[in-house]
């Protein structure tokens, strides 16, 4: 199998994935444009509890993407997003039946106690080569990116018919299919690292929370999901002010985004091929910046802002896929989980604070004093990400050892990564096994067995 393509295992981790992620966010984004309008009828309903209502669920979810990403790097990926999605579901029941915004609130909470995003990035990451991960993660955030288009058209259409509790009711059924996908569709990864390093320890946790390339990307997608939903909280209004109505927003946003995901193309080719990914990276990044600064000049022509959107989810798309890609590669092997459960609790908490944040310029300004502040949080990224470094593609191999004293291991790792193209090697004497992450292209075999004594 060539290494430019998939291989028949990636292509069913990355669709089965794709589909599970889709599922679960198609219900969120369904709420998005018709909470506000359909929630009035629910008791004790006011503009605070229904910002409360969609703000508890990112930051529910960014207080536990840690906790279940090292949990799924100590019990497996499955057992941990199987539970997560039951959690999911028991929210969604409870926001389906209740009758006061209250209970909403509580459902949505619940809702995002099913923490399940760094266990499914790193479950994808297990399940992909080094020089495929970008394309796994590629089709996952088409397929979130499609969810959400979707859900623009789907969400008025059921709240019409059924109500807000029927929005709430599709998402506990799409949870359940979620969960039958992962039983009998997705792979099962087989985790190949050393016994005595499976499992993030809490300093290690503080460590990858404070890696410099790490920090980065976890800021870095804090930042991109702030600049998303604090744009979202005044661009439907806009619309409406401009003379699309409500009920024909979804002819601008599914026309967007499906072009969107075609001109991303582009910049994957480069990144990936061309070998210019950190070039792709922070062009993306002024991408950004340009197109909501350009709202605030065209806010009032509804093709002017359909260019724009065009402009910001052809970089969004492409961040969106390199970023987790990125991650897990710079994460130790048997921490990916720990480090994605990091970048995941960034996502979520950027999403929570860009509600805050565009509530709170929309109640004293205007949509362009919003359409500003996001262009100034792009400044800020490109600011944090200009001294990012693009860390070498590797693999993972394990050679046979033999040690007669514990003590030698410490020396033979320090050997072993002092060999070229070795990134990090771990020599595990109870194992009498060594495991050396490796860049393929430097990486002498025949070298590493010498200094191991094997013949």
Known sequence: MSNQSLNLLEKRAALSL?????FRMLGLFMLMPVLAIYGQSLEHVSPMWIGLAIGAYGLTQALLQIPMGWLSDKFGRKPVIIFGLMIFALGSVIAALADSIYWVTVGRALQG?????????????????????????????MCIGLSFAFAMLLGPMVAAAFGISGVFWLTAVLALCGIVIILFVVPSAINKAPKGDTVATLVD????????????????????HLSLTTMFVVL?????????????HWQLYIPVLLLAFVLMAP????????????????????????STFSLTLVADSVIGIAVCMLLYFVAFNFLEA????????????????SAMGIFSSGQFFGAFLGGILGGYIAQHGEANGVFAAVA????????????????????????????????????????????????EAIVVSEENRSYLKIDDKKFDLNQAKQVLGLH
């Open 267 to 290: 910049l994957m080719i480069i990144a990936i091929r061309k070998q210019k990914e950190r070039e792709t990276f922070l062009a993306a990044i002024v991408l950004i910046i340009l």
């Open 376 to 423: 100034c949080v792009g400044v800020i990224w490109l600011l944090i990400a200009w001294r990012m470094q693009i860390p070498p593609k590797s693999k993972i191999i394990s050679l046979m050892t033999d040690l007669s004293e514990p003590q030698q291991a410490e020396v033979l790792a320090d050997k072993l990564v002092a060999l070229p193209g070795v990134i």
């Open 205 to 224: 946790i503080r460590k990858l929370s404070r890696h410099p390339q790490l920090l980065r990307l976890d800021l870095g997608v804090m930042l991109l």
């Open 236 to 248: 439907p209004g806009q619309l409406i002010a401009d003379g699309l109505n409500a009920d024909a």
């Open 18 to 22: 794709a589909s599970v992620f889709a």
């Open 322 to 337: 390199t970023m987790p890609a990125l991650v897990s590669r710079i994460a130790p092997a048997s921490q990916k989980g």
């Open 113 to 141: 106690m099913g923490a399940i995003a760094s266990a499914l990035l790193a479950l994808a990451a297990d399940l992909s080569r080094d020089e495929q991960r970008p394309k796994v993660m590629a089709v996952i955030g």
